[in-house]
């Protein structure tokens, strides 16, 4: 079965800039998997910040951005914020009507 | 603003079947341009899609638990449904209920708030 791979934890500095990133346990990522991105904050709904591998959400601050690096999909975030601290989720769409979720990255912003 | 409702009991004894509803208002769930879809996120872990459903009937569904997944649409109501037989406690978990983008672009767009289901007896 698709693993769909993502770092467990990340940690940036105010004002840093991060870059979480969604892969395959085999394969590449590519743009034909459109894949999207959503942020979560523990008992919270997730926000869909990213489709299509760069398209921002409505009313999705410019500081978050998606897109191919090498062979995975990534999700940069410039100027972090005290409250991007969230976990982070990737979504692949596998084709025939297939979904999979990669396991969450936990962004700290210290 | 489209909105999505979960309802449904809040506790399932292990081996029975879990039965929740998603509500949609504020548009149409006969609309070709969506899937609705149930995701779930077991306490304290990541989420997991479980699968979706067109309005027409098509299913589609997550192969880890196709075996125990039901989904139904009421076009009438506005409203689909998600069944899971044969609960365990690693079905305790908040389930989403949320609208899928399935035409040129394929993501999650809506949300509900989530419903937490806990297996125990």
């Known amino acids: 079965q698709t693993v769909v791979t993502q770092e467990p934890s990340f940690s940036v500095s105010p004002g840093g800039t991060v870059t979480l990133t969604c892969g395959l346990s085999?394969?590449?990522?590519?743009?034909?998997?459109?894949p999207s991105w959503y942020q979560q904050t523990p008992g919270q709904t997730p926000r869909t910040l990213i489709y299509t591998t760069n398209t921002r959400s409505s009313g999705v601050p410019d500081r978050f951005s998606g897109s191919i690096l090498g062979d995975k999909a990534a999700l940069t975030i410039t100027g972090a914020q005290a409250d991007d601290e969230s976990d982070y989720y990737c979504?692949?769409?596998?084709?025939?009507?297939?979904?999979?979720f990669g396991g969450g990255t936990r962004l700290t912003v210290l | 603003q489209l909105q999505l409702q979960e309802s449904g009991p809040g506790l399932v004894k292990p081996s029975e079947t879990l039965s929740l509803t998603c509500t949609v208002s504020?548009?149409?769930?006969?609309?070709?341009?969506?899937?609705w879809g149930w995701v779930r996120q077991p306490p304290g872990k990541g989420l997991e899609w479980i699968g979706c459903i067109f309005y027409s009937g098509t299913t589609y569904y997550n192969p880890s638990l196709k075996s125990r997944v039901t989904f139904s649409v009421d076009t009438s109501r506005n409203q689909f449904s998600l069944r899971l037989s044969s609960v365990t406690a690693a079905d305790t978990a908040v389930y989403f209920c949320?609208?899928?983008?399935?035409?040129?672009?394929?993501?999650?767009?809506?949300w509900g708030q989530g419903t937490l289901v806990t297996v125990s007896s």
């Open positions: 085999s394969g590449s990522v590519s743009t034909s998997f459109y």
């Open positions: 504020g548009g149409s769930i006969s609309s070709s341009r969506y899937f």
């Open positions: 949320a609208r899928q983008i399935r035409t040129s672009a394929w993501y999650f767009d809506y």
């Open positions: 979504v692949l769409y596998m084709g025939s009507g297939i979904w999979v």
